[in-house]
């Protein structure tokens, strides 16, 4: 089955840090960019981070800039999300998503639940 | 980075078409044709009806289309059917190579 399957979500102090995964089947994702999308709860959608399919380039939302860093190991086809310095305003669900083209994401994971919280 | 401007609701009655505007910037919506839409029902994962302005991913229905002008990006669903019921959202690839979405726009079926 083509999916992808995020975990590492969970409770965090602000300060904290947290490591997202997001693991593909059926599909080599090597070949396609992917990105971190995120969504508070009872709000819209707000793109995070991509990278390549190499690895070569990353961008990041000013939002989060100098706090995350995205990842990809492509011999076990998964993607990843090191999050540092949480704050309160990061909670929310995070989605990999796999780039179709142009940004446009055409697979989407369940989603993994970070809540920043003291 | 603020969001694309969309409308925070639109309606329709079953069989009707609607429209649903994006507007964002010449950095962003009216400089590059990376604009993609999408649906997300309540508790699910959004999911890809138009990608690249006008272009539907294999297995959207045909009511759905995208135009764009401008600045201003366009959803259109014709033959609203109750399933359309959801939150639409758009995006768009912006000349800072990010991506910006729009705040989302709940479509309801009356």
């Known amino acids: 089955e083509v999916q992808l399957l995020e975990s590492g979500g969970g409770l965090v102090q602000p300060g904290g840090s947290l490591r997202l995964s997001c693991a593909a089947s059926?599909?080599?994702?090597?070949?396609?960019?992917m990105s971190w999308v995120r969504q508070a709860p009872g709000k819209g959608l707000e793109w995070v981070s991509v990278?390549?399919?190499?690895?070569?380039?990353?961008y990041y939302a000013d939002s989060v800039k100098g706090r995350f860093t995205i990842s990809r190991d492509n011999s076990k086809n998964m993607v990843f999300l090191q999050m540092n310095g949480l704050r309160a305003e990061d909670t929310a669900v995070y989605y990999c998503?796999?780039?179709?083209?142009?940004?446009?994401?055409?697979?989407w994971g369940q989603g993994t639940m970070v809540t920043v919280s003291s | 980075q603020s969001a694309l401007t969309q409308p925070a609701s639109v309606s329709g009655s079953p069989g009707q078409s609607i429209t649903i505007s994006c507007t964002g910037t010449?950095?962003?919506?009216?400089?590059?044709?990376?604009v993609s839409w999408y649906q997300q029902h309540p508790g699910k994962a959004p999911k890809l009806i138009i990608y690249?302005?006008?272009n539907r991913p294999s297995g959207v229905p045909d009511r759905f289309s995208g135009s764009k002008s401008g600045n201003t990006a366009s959803l259109t669903i014709s033959g609203l059917q109750a399933e359309d019921e959801a939150d639409y959202y758009c995006?768009?690839?912006?000349?800072?190579?990010?991506?910006?979405f729009g705040g989302g726009t709940k479509l309801t079926v009356l």
């Open positions: 998503a796999k780039d179709l083209a142009g940004d446009a994401f055409d697979m």
């Open positions: 059926g599909f080599t994702c090597d070949t396609y960019a």
């Open positions: 990278i390549s399919g190499t690895g070569d380039s990353t």
């Open positions: 010449s950095s962003d919506v009216g400089n590059y044709d990376y």
């Open positions: 690249e302005v006008n």
């Open positions: 995006s768009s690839y912006t000349n800072s190579s990010s991506l910006r």
